[in-house]
């Protein structure tokens, strides 16, 4: 075991003041918030201890003498302390050492509404976030500029504070965060000013966001470490974006097709027409062939949303609705008369009720 003289890099004769200034200068640069490294923890460690021994004038004297310092090894701690935590279950953060101001922050969830336009090809949005950033002043310090966190006092830097309990084992030792700098073994005497030694402060943060083509309402979009930044200049948390698609007038949606119908006037059905419907990106041309019937659909190829998974568009879907004129001239309805005359069409006749796909078709609209 190293001497706790040399560890500390004081005389044997230092005073108390000068042990005192020692440890404080080698915990400020081994502390496990400044140096993470495993060899500057174990050293940490070193001189805790040996600051533990000679800052307490029995201990020292003893120590002195030649006493190694006994069940008291610091190396023995963390034995202990599981020991306890085996035959009496938890015992919190025991000997673990002093735990980190840094935390991950936190996921954040925001709703963005799109039109369906903007689902078929897919959008760039920039959408503003009220969101948690780094506090510039202190970099995520928490510390006033020029100053940093000071060694507690209480727990040495620990982070804990160790005492003997009572118990069928008899006297073990365990230990509980140390309530003076919370468990995080300094203490930020000046904090920043900008950020209330937060290290992150508020702000409102602009997201540039490509939205995928084909995505639906509910769907959530993950945005990693777009999320709010953590407390003392830990890692930002997520962002998540929950889609949500704008009803449509016209067009609704199945899947990656798109549907929507088309009122034909009776004339046009029987004699067959062509004709430019405005879809939702660009003009159409859709051929009506002469007697289309109610509830048929016209499939237009590949003029759907782009698959969110996959390739290529869905379809678009028209269904046709013959829609049959309510008032006549004189006139039409003479010719109509010459019409049916001569065309002697077949008396009405019952057949099974018509569940075809455009009854489907107009149940989607409705719901
Ligand atoms: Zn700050």
Do not use: W
């Given at each position: 075991?190293?001497?706790?003289?040399?560890?500390?890099?004081?005389?044997?004769?230092?005073?108390?003041?000068?042990?005192?200034?020692?440890?404080?200068?080698?915990?400020?640069?081994?502390?496990?918030?400044?140096?993470?490294?495993?060899?500057?923890?174990?050293?940490?460690?070193?001189?805790?201890?040996?600051?533990?021994?000679?800052?307490?004038?029995?201990?020292?004297?003893?120590?002195?003498?030649?006493?190694?310092?006994?069940?008291?090894?610091?190396?023995?701690?963390?034995?202990?302390?599981?020991?306890?935590?085996?035959?009496?279950?938890?015992?919190?953060?025991?000997?673990?050492?002093?735990?980190?101001?840094?935390?991950?922050g936190q996921d954040a969830l925001l709703r963005v509404e799109l039109d369906l336009e903007e689902v078929i090809f897919g959008t760039h949005r920039e959408i503003e976030v009220d969101t948690a950033i780094?506090?510039?002043?202190?970099?995520?310090?928490?510390?006033?500029?020029?100053?940093?966190?000071?060694?507690?006092?209480?727990?040495?830097?620990?982070?804990?504070?160790?005492?003997?309990?009572?118990?069928?084992?008899?006297?073990?030792?365990?230990?509980?965060?140390?309530?003076?700098?919370?468990?995080?073994?300094?203490?930020?005497?000046?904090?920043?000013?900008?950020?209330?030694?937060?290290?992150?402060?508020?702000a409102r943060r602009t997201v540039a966001v490509d939205i995928p083509a084909g995505v639906e309402t509910g769907l959530r979009l993950q945005m990693p470490g777009s999320g709010e930044a953590?407390?003392?200049?830990?890692?930002n948390g997520d962002l998540y974006l929950e889609m949500k698609v704008r009803?449509?007038?016209?067009?609704?949606?199945?899947?990656?097709?798109?549907?929507?119908?088309?009122?034909?006037?009776?004339?046009?059905?029987?004699?067959?027409?062509?004709?430019?419907?405005?879809?939702?990106?660009?003009?159409?041309?859709?051929?009506?062939?002469?007697?289309?019937?109610?509830?048929?659909?016209?499939?237009?190829?590949?003029?759907?949303v782009t698959?969110l998974r996959?390739?290529?568009?869905?379809?678009?879907?028209?269904?046709?609705?013959?829609?049959?004129?309510?008032?006549?001239?004189?006139?039409?309805?003479?010719?109509?008369?010459?019409?049916?005359?001569?065309?002697?069409?077949?008396?009405?006749?019952?057949?099974?009720?018509?569940?075809?796909?455009?009854?489907?078709?107009?149940?989607?609209?409705?719901?």
């Open positions: 075991m190293a001497d706790h003289y040399e560890v500390l890099g004081v005389a044997r004769d230092a005073s108390v003041d000068e042990i005192k200034k020692a440890y404080r200068k080698k915990a400020r640069q081994l502390h496990p918030d400044v140096n993470p490294g495993a060899d500057a923890s174990e050293q940490f460690k070193l001189v805790t201890h040996a600051y533990d021994v000679l800052s307490n004038p029995q201990q020292r004297q003893k120590y002195d003498m030649g006493d190694q310092g006994g069940g008291f090894d610091g190396g023995n701690f963390g034995n202990f302390g599981d020991i306890f935590e085996t035959f009496f279950g938890g015992g919190g953060q025991s000997s673990r050492g002093p735990r980190s101001r840094r935390e991950r780094v506090c510039e002043t202190c970099s995520g310090t928490c510390c006033q500029p020029g100053t940093s966190p000071v060694t507690c006092d209480i727990c040495h830097g620990t982070g804990n504070i160790q005492r003997a309990v009572r118990s069928l084992l008899g006297n073990v030792m365990t230990s509980s965060p140390c309530g003076s700098c919370r468990g995080y073994g300094t203490i930020i005497a000046t904090p920043c000013v900008t950020c209330q030694g937060q290290g992150r402060v508020r953590g407390p003392a200049g830990g890692p009803h449509h007038d016209v067009f609704s949606r199945d899947g990656d097709d798109l549907l929507c119908t088309i009122e034909v006037p009776m004339t046009d059905a029987i004699l067959g027409r062509t004709t430019t419907i405005k879809a939702l990106d660009g003009d159409i041309d859709v051929v009506l062939k002469p007697g289309v019937q109610s509830a048929e659909v016209i499939t237009i190829k590949d003029r759907g698959r996959g390739s290529g568009r869905g379809d678009l879907k028209i269904g046709v609705h013959v829609v049959t004129p309510t008032k006549l001239d004189h006139k039409e309805r003479e010719l109509i008369e010459q019409f049916a005359a001569r065309h002697k069409a077949p008396a009405p006749s019952l057949s099974h009720f018509q569940q075809g796909l455009f009854a489907k078709l107009r149940d989607r609209f409705i719901g």
